[in-house]
């Protein structure tokens, strides 16, 4: 069991590495973009990207990566790719269609009229990435995690390229725009914002290049049994993924509907939003290690599942997983005001990096929720995702409501909070009904007081100024590492008795 929990960290540790570099790349992308946007323009990017285009990813998606892994060893591994790339391929153009033919009532809804073309990107680059996803998942299941990696991290750069071009060399745009009318003859006077996307679509182009040789063998395959199988269990993970996702979408898409015109003294509300949009991307340090965690794991519950010391390994696994959560949280709280400067040089998008450390938080509670998920997959009652999905849901569009009209983007951090925190309560009362896990609570606790402390974490600093900032950061660092060392010790001690 040792070795299997290592092998765990192993493959999560892999995919944090890689994960860093790519998003280390959307960084790069991002400081570009930034330095070329206002406040105001880039909050269009953030709406979109932050809303529109991860609710449509779940659309398009159908849970398919998640089915693609269930059914992938039961079906063969050709059997499994081809019928579930078809699948994608004739959704992915019925939602398409759809959404070309509705976006000018879209625009109108979303009060983006002049924005109107950004939806047409926004269509391509959802089918790209639907096409890229079981390619990606295939890798993952193949363990090829070196080029899983490398096309990653080329996509990624190849974004960086591309938005470098097409904003530092604004010819590349009248060039682009050339191309439109000579070929599509359609006149459009392209901008910034346009680069954005259209460098978006170029790197996914790129992606997929890479990745043709995963198609070979690919044929159109259809069959209804196998489909009504897969789909039977798509279903409930669709639901259960997009009531996740719109936990995480609902502040940023409500924000500009919510928030009156004359709430900010000095700044609108378009501004104020670019400020929290690139502040919710200060929080990578703490999310890519959740996602690297949940590439590894996902794979990782079901092949383990039939092992006697199953139910002792999932509760090491989230043991683990919120020790160094809190770990690097508090890290990231301690550090917050120079990684601001840091990683955001334009100063007028660091009006609201205080909301970074609660907003990490939100991420981790939606992680140790995902730990409990794992008992109503393993118990065959993945239904419950679902509805607690949807309460969690339900409860940040609630809080949303609520908050957002009185506190501002503030009212988003509480509303992501809460509804985080609703699924997690009920993941864990639900989950232990159905199959028992047993849990160390001093895990919970621990959880419990990082919050607690994020307000006076970042502080700290200025209180021990008087050992002059260099040795204050040093003492806060040694101190924070030599407190988890020994709740880490304590632990295995505890594990040692107990065997």
């Not at 994608?88 to 009060?111: G, N």
């Not at 509907?257 to 104020?272: A, G, I, Q, R, S």
């Not at 909070?417 to 160390?440: C, D, E, F, N, W």
Request: with cysteine; hydrophobic share 50%; glycine share 6%.
């Amino acid at each position: 069991m040792h070795n299997t929990v290592k092998t765990l960290g192993k493959e999560t540790i892999i995919y944090s590495i890689s994960n860093i570099i790519v998003r280390g790349c959307s960084y790069l992308a991002l400081l570009l973009q930034i330095k070329i946007l206002t406040p105001g323009a880039y909050s269009i990017v953030v709406e979109f990207y932050g809303s529109y285009i991860t609710l449509g990813h779940i659309i398009y998606d159908l849970a398919m990566d998640t089915t693609y892994f269930r059914f992938v060893d039961r079906l063969g591994k050709q059997y499994t790719f081809n019928i579930i790339v078809t699948i994608l391929l004739v959704s992915s153009l019925i939602f398409s269609t759809l959404l070309l033919l509705y976006t000018p009532q879209i625009a109108k809804l979303t009060d983006h009229l002049a924005h109107i073309r950004y939806f047409y990107y926004m269509v391509g680059i959802l089918m790209l990435d639907t096409l890229l996803m079981i390619p990606y998942a295939r890798l993952r299941v193949e363990r090829k995690i070196i080029w899983f990696l490398l096309i990653k991290f080329l996509q990624a750069f190849a974004n960086i390229a591309f938005s470098f071009i097409l904003l530092y060399y604004p010819i590349c745009l009248r060039y682009t725009a050339g191309f439109i009318y000579n070929y599509l003859h359609i006149t459009v006077d392209l901008n910034g914002l346009d680069a954005v996307f259209i460098a978006n679509l170029l790197s996914n182009l790129t992606a997929l290049a890479l990745l043709l040789p995963s198609f070979k063998g690919f044929h159109l395959t259809w069959n209804n049994h196998t489909i009504q199988t897969i789909g039977g269990y798509a279903a409930t993970s669709f639901f259960t993924i997009l009531f996740f996702r719109m936990n995480e979408t609902f502040p940023q898409l409500l924000f500009r509907k919510l928030v009156p015109n004359d709430f900010y003294n000095t700044h609108t509300k378009e501004e104020m939003l670019g400020n929290f949009g690139t502040s919710c991307k200060l929080t990578l340090c703490i999310t890519l290690g959740i996602q690297a965690f949940r590439y590894a794991a996902e794979p990782f519950f079901f092949a383990n599942a039939a092992r006697k010391e199953a139910l002792k390994l999932y509760s090491q696994t989230m043991h683990l997983f919120i020790l160094v959560s809190c770990f690097c949280l508090l890290l990231f709280s301690v550090n917050i005001n120079w990684v601001a400067k840091l990683f955001i040089r334009n100063a007028a998008y660091r009006h609201t990096i205080d909301t970074a450390p609660y907003l990490a938080f939100a991420h981790i509670l939606l992680g140790v929720y995902y730990n409990f998920s794992a008992a109503f997959k393993l118990s065959n009652h993945p239904r419950y995702n679902t509805w607690i999905s949807a309460l969690g849901s339900l409860m940040t569009g609630l809080t949303a409501f609520l908050l957002i009209p009185k506190l501002g983007h503030w009212g988003c951090v509480y509303a992501s909070i809460s509804g985080a925190t609703v699924m997690g309560l009920l993941g864990y009362y639900i989950g232990q009904k159905y199959y028992r896990i047993p849990y160390h609570k001093e895990g919970f606790l621990l959880l419990l007081l990082t919050f607690l402390a994020l307000r006076k974490v970042p502080l700290w600093p200025a209180k021990l100024a008087f050992l002059g900032i260099g040795w204050a950061y040093i003492f806060l660092h040694i101190a924070i590492l030599a407190t988890f060392c020994m709740i880490a010790i304590r632990w295995q001690r505890s594990i040692k008795l107990n065997k």
